[in-house]
């Protein structure tokens, strides 16, 4: 789902909170290769998230190199 509203919404005004949705998703799927992507690219576009935390604690495996 956060895909295809990516999809047809890339700058939706929820955009930052439809990324760490699924880069949680991604996390608790144990998919960690492909949630570590998507948050490098998520904190590069939200460098100051308030979610920053949070996903960095959800899953240590998935932070940021």
Known sequence: LATSAGALYPRGSMSEEREAIAIEALARLG???????????????????????????????VAPR
């Open 31 to 61: 998919r960690a290769a492909a949630a570590r992507a998507r948050l490098d690219e998520f904190l590069t576009q939200f460098p100051h998230s308030g979610y920053r935390n949070r996903l960095e604690r959800l899953a240590p495996a």
